[in-house]
């Protein structure tokens, strides 16, 4: 038995499930207005989204764009839960984004153009921390390079130095319990 899909918040239309590609490379299903062009994201879906993917479901429609609208006359009500949105905001994000969250799911809804702007200021915001990190490399040291990690997985395999420490520190840890231990016990045998 399938779902029956998720109402727009604003428009009061079906939406349409609209798949896309995470960074990590797993595949998000979002919902999407067909009306509108709003894009409803789950709780944790809009932060893995990769920034083509974002101008790929958000393209900019500039009939739509030019066409009058009146603006929403209130928040919308979350597809899931059926309460009030709230407005979301983050100074991570654009000022002028208009981004509602449901308080109860954690669902966000992102108006047409959005989602596309945020991905494309979160790009171009990694790219100069990584070019700040590169610059304080080279002031701190000529061949200086910051390690980077471009998948997570090979970033989790133990390094043998990393393992190495990884031992001394238990070693340490358990020779410490001992000697505590053996404290407690050595104080009540003498009652002390």
């Given at each position: ?92 994000l ?5 981004i ?32 700040a ?60």
């Amino acid at each position: 038995m399938s779902t029956p899909p998720l109402q727009c918040p604003h428009c009061g239309v079906a939406m349409r499930a609209v798949t896309a590609e995470a960074r990590s490379g797993y595949l998000l299903v979002l919902d999407q207005c067909a009306q509108c062009g709003g894009i409803w994201c789950d709780r944790w879906e809009l932060f893995p989204l990769s920034a083509p993917e974002a101008a790929r479901l958000d393209p900019v429609d500039e009939a739509r764009l030019r066409a009058p609208t009146s603006p929403p006359s209130g928040p919308g009500r979350c597809p899931r839960c059926a309460v009030p949105l709230r407005e979301f905001r983050d100074r991570l994000l654009p000022p002028d984004a208009r981004i509602e969250r449901c308080a109860v799911c954690d669902g966000m809804w992102l108006n047409r153009g959005t989602l596309h702007r945020l991905k494309q200021r979160s790009a171009s915001s990694a790219r100069v921390r990584r070019e700040a990190i590169e610059r304080l490399a080279r002031a701190y040291g000529k061949e200086a390079k910051w390690a980077t990690v471009t998948n997570i997985d090979a970033a989790l395999r133990p390094v043998d130095d990393a393992a190495r420490d990884a031992g001394d520190i238990r070693s340490t840890v358990w020779s410490t319990v001992a000697w505590i231990a053996l404290r407690a016990l050595w104080r009540l045998l003498l009652g002390a």
